[in-house]
């Protein structure tokens, strides 16, 4: 019983293949969308021209051209631009010739767009910064405890003059991440834009995900600045308190001597209260949240 159906099937697959084969050979109509490239630009030029992606040909053919066609490693319509700048309109017929992987065995009925109409300039290139198109979700508690590091943080742009006279920074592609919760080392492709090239195209970017905590650090003396020679001044209390925010490995590196607070005798002379809030410098990478005591007392005291 097996072997029957052994046979069966094998029957049944060589039949498909015979039927497969013999349809094959009739003539069809198929349409295929290739990519639209072009050539021959004369040397130091380029188009900044809004064109479309593919081509679009409809062909008459045996099945089997066809099916190879759409499914063969050949995917450019190339046009050539020939040894000329400005303005130019290129028929897609006149360019067949360049394109004999279409007309083998097949024939050509219709090319959509069948003319197109670009600008040759000349290539012109520029130092500009690289800012990285980010959407970042991070898990409850977690964020960035540090800025962005970026390398490297600008390219060298080359295209068409009209386009990078006007250029003055290029994004990355978007990427979007989510669920961060520790460091990442990501590469993000900068876009490809028709006449743009980069001489590095792949950028590494950083990022310092930390869990974000609180951390009080107290005993941080004030200082008076600017005070003229004739006068004194003693502070009540004359150290204050802080608590910052950060990220938790920042935050554990951190002591009373990385914090700085002060004040500007011209603070203490324009006061109307009797007590002023010290100015406060804080280490990278951290946000205060509170000075305690918030405001200190003053006595000026004259030699």
């Known amino acids: 019983m097996r072997k029957k159906l052994y046979i069966f099937i094998a029957a049944a697959i060589f039949a498909i293949i015979f039927w497969g084969s013999i349809s094959l050979s009739d003539s069809y109509y198929a349409t295929i969308d290739v990519a639209l490239k072009l050539v021959d630009f004369p040397k130091g030029y380029t188009t900044g021209s809004n064109l ?11 099945g089997w051209k066809l099916v190879t066609l759409n499914i063969g490693a050949e995917s450019e319509y190339r046009v050539s631009v020939e040894s000329d700048s400005g303005l130019k309109y290129a028929n897609l017929y006149n360019n067949l010739a360049d394109n004999r992987w279409i007309l083998s065995e097949t024939e050509v009925i219709d090319i959509k767009p069948d003319t197109i109409a670009f600008f040759v300039e000349r290539i012109v290139s520029k130092i500009v910064p ?3 198109d980010l959407s970042l979700e991070f898990k409850p508690g977690y964020g960035l405890a540090s800025d962005i590091s970026v390398v490297p943080d600008s390219v060298i742009v080359s295209g068409p003059l009209s386009i990078m006279k006007d250029l003055k920074e290029i994004s990355t592609i978007r990427k979007s991440m989510f669920s961060l919760d520790n460091k990442k080392v990501v590469n993000i492709n900068l876009p490809n834009k028709t006449g743009i090239s980069y001489n590095n195209n792949l950028i590494e970017v950083i990022l310092d995900v930390q869990r974000i905590v609180d951390k009080q650090f107290d005993n941080i003396p004030v200082d008076v600045l600017d005070v003229p020679q004739d ?6 209390p004359n150290t204050v308190g802080c608590s910052v925010r950060g990220g938790v490995n920042v935050l554990g590196n951190l002591n009373e001597d990385k914090f700085k607070a002060y004040l500007f005798y011209l603070d203490i002379v324009s006061d109307t209260l009797g007590s002023v809030i010290p100015h406060m410098e804080l280490p990278e990478n951290t946000s205060l949240l509170f000075i305690k005591p918030e405001r200190v007392r003053y006595i000026i005291k004259t030699f």
């Open 231 to 236: 006068i004194s001044v003693v502070l009540l």
């Open 52 to 62: 479309p992606d593919n081509v679009s040909i409809k062909l008459k053919g045996e």
């Open 130 to 132: 690289v800012l990285v």
